[in-house]
């Protein structure tokens, strides 16, 4: 009979269980180990293996068990975390968070999606790192503004470096999306919509590699800008978006400020939505979803923007 797997991964140590309520079996989170893991995983029927995202210690698991072949799912520790207090499941250890990871699995039955391996993932991590060193940047810049004079001069040189560091990323994201055909061709094409630049272009490509390929319905819930309605009884409250890839829903917030100036077809539709009283964040919000099935469609017909 098929099972869902739970893995508890933390920096030494992988505890896993087969099912919500088998043995505990724990192994250290080396490559060898690791390897040991998977080969004993390939020979069990498996529907679903649910790890959690721990901030870079699931990743050397998740990339074997990919190249394996398994149906590795990586979740939000915080939905699990929910999952667990909504059932009463309280207490928490390494071989508890294991087996709940299972059951999670089992009920909750989350989507298996390609886990980006290569070339791809090579990307993914470059992109990473270039938001790391944009907020770093920021970061500076604003300590620059309240940074006594004696401190000042400390900055700059670190600023430079740091701007340095961002340019060569960029070439090699560039030129690395560059020699790939059909993702050149997607980023000429993305870029034809106003508000839409190369920052923009570059994370919609290698973090949504799923653009074009899914509904309006589909893809805007996946990026979490799909509206969550909060009514009871005769209660109608504020919908709100959350969840999804938060560096595309970032990128994309950014573009609609960018288009709400210099896109006239959704300037129009921003106006519009601020003149009906709708406050300036939800209306650049609503933007960004247009934006985003505008998109979609552009990658999915392979079709410049048309106003």
Do not use: C
Not at 2 to 18: P, Y
């Amino acid at each position: 009979m098929a099972v869902n797997i739970g893995i508890d991964v933390s920096k030494a140590f992988l505890d896993w269980s087969e099912g919500p309520k088998g043995p505990i079996e724990r192994v250290s989170n080396q490559r060898r180990s690791i390897a040991a893991l998977v080969r004993k995983l390939r020979r069990l029927e498996i529907l679903r293996i649910i790890v959690e995202s721990t901030g870079g210690y699931e990743r050397d698991l998740v990339q074997q068990l990919a190249r394996a072949g398994l149906p590795v799912v990586v979740v939000n520790p915080r939905r699990v975390r929910s999952f667990g207090e909504s059932i009463g499941w309280l207490a928490k250890t390494d071989g508890i968070d294991a087996r709940l990871l299972a059951l999670f699995g089992e009920k909750v039955e989350p989507e298996i999606r390609p886990i980006l391996q290569g070339r791809e993932r090579l990307l993914a991590d470059l992109i990473a790192r270039r938001r790391q060193l944009m907020k770093l940047l920021v970061s500076e810049k604003n300590r620059l503004g309240t940074a006594s004079d004696v401190l000042r001069s400390t900055f700059p040189p670190i600023v430079r470096a740091i701007e340095k560091q961002i340019e060569k990323l960029d070439v090699r994201i560039d030129s690395m999306i560059g020699e790939n055909e059909d993702q050149a061709e997607l980023r000429q094409l993305v870029q034809t919509t106003p508000g839409v630049g190369p920052g923009v272009s570059r994370t919609l490509l290698i973090d949504l590699p799923e653009l074009g390929h899914l509904g309006r319905r589909e893809i805007t819930s996946l990026v979490g800008l799909a509206p969550f309605a909060r009514d009871s009884g005769t209660f109608r409250g504020y919908r709100r978006v959350r969840g999804g890839r938060a560096s595309v829903r970032t990128a994309l917030y950014l573009a609609a400020m960018t288009a709400t100036r210099f896109n006239p077809t959704m300037k129009v539709v921003y106006d519009r939505m601020i003149a009906d009283g709708k406050a300036p964040k939800l209306a650049l919000v609503a933007i960004a979803r247009k934006l985003l099935v505008a998109l979609n469609a552009i990658a999915r017909d392979r079709e410049a923007w048309q106003p």
